[in-house]
């Protein structure tokens, strides 16, 4: 069933930029896009709360070409979903059974699941929890165990190959490429190899459009509502 519309709910430089970036890659400008004021803790009103009750962007809105209207919630499965869609894009390898698909998958999942686990801890407890709910020892440990048993993993990749996957930018890059930045902002992902991919996908029009509101984006939000109405 071919896709009328597109529309994505999103918040600068937060998960939703993995979306907003493949969404540029696949589809250009062609998609409308509602920022949601998540340090206004908007995402926990009602409203909000029947396109998402896990309260969280990215919200990605289909409109099929029959008029039916459905609701994505889950960044690494739109950005799945949206290489699939859009083949023409060649941005991830056939659906069919294979090598190639089976560590592109790993990949994609791999950044949209245990960079993202460790990288969300550090940020709830630097910069998001009160200062009474904040443990040092959990940023300590997730820190540790970034920088040596994640950092290692992808470092090897990409000595072999300059996109995470081998030679050409998958839907994958999408993936690890925003949590690598997200990472740096963290003091992670210093090493010459992570800033030489860096320097590498962010050439790529695509990501120069889904990041342009970077600048919006607050580091601590312990002095906004949202601070009051946070459950992780």
Partial sequence: MPIQHLKLYHYPASRSARTKWMLHEVVGDAFDVEKVDLYGAVQYSPEFLRLNPNHSVPVLEITWDDGTVQYMLESAA???????????????????????????????????????????????????????????????????????????????????APFVCGQKFTAADCIVGQTVLWARGYGLCRAEVFKRYMSLVSKRPAFGAAFSDLREFVLDATQQPLSARFTG
């Fill in 78 to 160: 739109m950005v799945a979903f949206l290489a699939d869609a859009f083949p023409d894009a060649d941005l991830a390898p056939s659906p069919d059974a294979s090598p190639e698909r089976a560590d592109y998958l790993q990949m994609l999942h791999f950044g949209s699941t245990w960079m993202d686990m460790t990288l969300w801890q550090i940020r709830a407890h630097e910069h998001v929890l009160p200062e009474a709910e904040r443990d040092p020892r959990m940023v300590a440990r997730y820190r540790k165990k970034f920088s040596e048993e994640i950092e290692p993993q992808l470092a090897a990749r990409l000595e072999r």
